[in-house]
T-cell receptor, first 113, second 112 residues
Framework: EAGVVQSPRYKIIEKKQPVAFWCNPISGHNTLYWYRQNLGQGPELLIRYENEEAVDDSQLPKDRFSAERLKGVDSTLKIQPAELGDSAVYLC???????????FGPGTRLTVT | DAKTTQPPSMDCAEGRAANLPCNHSTISGNEYVYWYRQIHSQGPQYIIHGLKNNETNEMASLIITEDRKSSTLILPHATLRDTAVYYCIAQGGDTGGFKTIFGAGTRLFVKA
């Protein structure tokens, strides 16, 4: 069974540029999560989807971040414009349903210069 | 939301049991204790979870105190590949109140 797939694995951009991350969750998983992880810290939840509905986006900086999950499967997280402080690893995870164990992708390491 | 506290780092000799403690004194009755680990440059990996009974799987054992205020993850025979950051999380609740909050975790060093 394929795990959670994320792309790209690495991205380097200049500040004020836009960037997008893509996630393909495990087939059949209803719940999808986007996390941001800064160096030396645990992952911080940005947004959680159940099917195509964003049910918790309280930690998503909505002035520059946006996300979508079309047809309740793949998801895209976008930053526009990027700031230096956005440099981090962006992790996508999925679970069968809310409350089940989460399976994480390898993450996208974003560097903003 | 239950907050968990863990020691920042621990050492363990290869082949010995690694016992990683976690305090979750404010855990509520419908919250489970989950453990994940993260090896360098990878996403976190699920290990085990439990509500109030002790649990065991092929990776580890989870011991939860009777009052549920703390738990211990046990890796029975640690190997060098178990060197990682281990996260203890309390999660549960309905859709609106459901939270998953990762702390800084415990960095486990397994030494030869």
């Amino acid at each position: 069974e394929a795990g959670v797939v994320q792309s790209p694995r690495y991205k380097i951009i200049e500040k004020k540029q836009p960037v997008a991350f893509w996630c393909n969750p495990i087939s059949g998983h209803n719940t999808l999560y986007w996390y941001r992880q800064n160096l030396g810290q645990g992952p911080e939840l940005l947004i959680r989807y159940e099917n195509e509905e964003a049910v918790d986006d309280s930690q998503l900086p909505k002035d520059r971040f946006s996300a979508e999950r079309l047809k309740g499967v793949d998801s895209t997280l976008k930053i526009q414009p990027a700031e230096l402080g956005d440099s981090a690893v962006y992790l996508c995870a999925s679970s069968f349903f809310l409350g089940y164990e989460q399976y994480f992708g390898p993450g996208t390491r974003l560097t903003v210069t | 939301d239950a907050k968990t506290t863990q020691p920042p780092s621990m050492d363990c000799a290869e082949g010995r049991a690694a016992n990683l403690p976690c305090n979750h004194s404010t855990i509520s009755g419908n919250e489970y204790v989950y453990w994940y680990r993260q090896i360098h440059s990878q996403g976190p990996q699920y290990i085990i979870h439990g509500l109030k009974n002790n649990e065991t799987n092929e990776m580890a054992s989870l011991i939860i105190t009777e009052d549920r205020k703390s738990s211990t993850l046990i890796l029975p025979h640690a190997t060098l590949r178990d060197t990682a950051v281990y996260y203890c999380i309390a999660q549960g609740g309905d859709t609106g109140g459901f939270k998953t909050i990762f702390g800084a975790g415990t960095r486990l060093f397994v030494k030869a």
